[in-house]
């Protein structure tokens, strides 16, 4: 760009969620360029984003919600972001971009109303919504947008598909001096506050969540413990904006039948939301990441456990097809309990895990936010330089 941007990012909550950590991590890489990039949450707890950030943030006034319908959620949050920019000052941005369903709702009425330009959307990835109202919610949010934006291959074919949207591909990055294999001071920490033992340790990131397949993977875990009988499972994250309690419920039903609950004290930790700071040394710690998801954008866990030293088993399935090769992971059919446990014990196998951490290294350092950054501008002038801006009320 020739000159410097005012840029406001759109993300559905300040809580620890891939899309939102893209969001993040994209705007200090274009703050560090020398753009002014704001990213934008709706923060109902009012405790703000679930780290420190090196880009300005706002967290957006939200209603607390009591319903656990989604549509009164989206409902809410749109209506949520409706108040914020419609107020005086809180506009005046060259560029609005959205990284979720909801911010695009919103940016969609707003533009709808002269209130802001045409808007950017990056689509992580698509759900599928029983409600019609969800789903008329999320197509608009993508078809509204002037320029759609993916993280991989897949779902720029998919927009094409499911909606006609021709999207174009950016990148995601990681942070290689916070995601290292080198041991940090804290690690010991997490361990004993963890109550994690000698091993091998597994993790899960992302809760219990239908789309992380966590079902699949505590049953695979109890098969694991055949031959491991000292293993154990953390699963790390959770804080969703959706309701998965029903499936998490499925989980913790399976965890007492495969007598993982009580009975076997410390086998399966459902560690919840974890502290960023955390999350580097609880990589290193893990043996292995089990990430045998059913659907995913990207999947940015599986980077940051190979750059920090951990190899990942992961679905074969795009998008891991899209940016791993054969030898760089430990592969699992997702909806083959048997195929995900003897992809984790194989994962376990000394010489093939040292492998794999090797190459896990090599993919990691293709990765990099200021690359991305410098994709996205290229994105942002081509987007700009389109069709004639509506005057912008400040």
């Known amino acids: ?98 990284h979720d369903g909801i911010g695009g709702c919103a940016l969609a009425e707003l533009h709808a109303a002269g209130l802001v330009p045409r808007f950017v959307r990056t689509v992580h990835h698509l759900d599928h919504f029983q409600d019609p109202r969800v789903e008329a919610r999320q197509e608009r949010a993508v078809v ?15 927009l094409r598909r499911r909606y006609g949207v021709a999207a174009q591909r950016v990148s995601n990055g990681v942070d290689r001096a916070a995601f290292s294999p080198v041991p940090g001071p804290g690690d010991a920490a997490v361990r004993t506050r963890l109550g994690l033992g000698d091993g091998p340790v597994l993790l899960a990131v992302g809760g219990l969540e239908p789309r992380k397949n966590s079902l699949r993977v505590v049953e695979a875990f109890a098969r694991l413990r055949v031959r491991y009988p000292r293993a154990q499972l953390v699963v790390a994250g959770g804080a969703s904006v959706l309701d998965h309690s029903a499936y998490a419920g499925l989980c913790r039903e399976a965890l007492q039948r495969l007598g993982l609950d009580g009975r076997a004290p410390g086998a399966v930790v459902v560690a919840g939301p974890v502290p960023q ?16 998801s059913l659907q995913e954008g990207f999947g940015l866990a599986v980077i940051e456990a190979m750059a920090s030293g951990t190899p990942a088993v992961v679905s074969r399935i795009a998008p891991f097809t899209e940016y791993l090769g054969p030898a760089d992971a430990f592969w699992a059919e997702p909806t083959e309990t048997g195929s995900i446990a003897a992809a984790l014990e194989a994962s376990l196998e000394p010489r093939a895990r040292a492998a794999r951490a090797a190459r896990g290294q090599a993919v990691a350092a293709r990765f990099d936010w200021a690359a991305s950054a410098r994709t996205h501008l290229d994105r942002y002038a081509a987007h700009l330089a389109g069709a004639p801006q509506e005057s912008v009320h400040a």
């Open 1 to 98: 760009m020739s000159r410097p941007l005012r840029i406001a990012l759109l993300t559905h909550s300040t809580n620890p969620r891939g899309g939102v950590s893209h969001c993040l991590s994209l705007a200090e890489a274009l703050t560090a360029l020398g753009h002014e990039a704001v990213v934008h949450a709706p923060d109902p707890a009012r405790r703000g984003f679930f780290r420190a950030a090196a880009c300005a943030t706002v967290s957006v006034p939200a209603c607390r919600i009591e319903s656990r319908s989604t549509a009164d959620m989206v409902e809410q949050r749109v209506a949520d972001y409706w108040d914020w920019f419609t107020a005086p000052g809180h506009r005046g941005f060259d560029l609005y971009h959205a």
């Open 277 to 292: 700071a955390d999350m580097p040394a609880l990589y290193r710690i893990a043996d292995t990441l089990a990430f045998p």
């Open 144 to 158: 509204a947008a002037g320029t759609a934006l993916c993280v991989s291959d897949t779902w720029v074919t998919e």
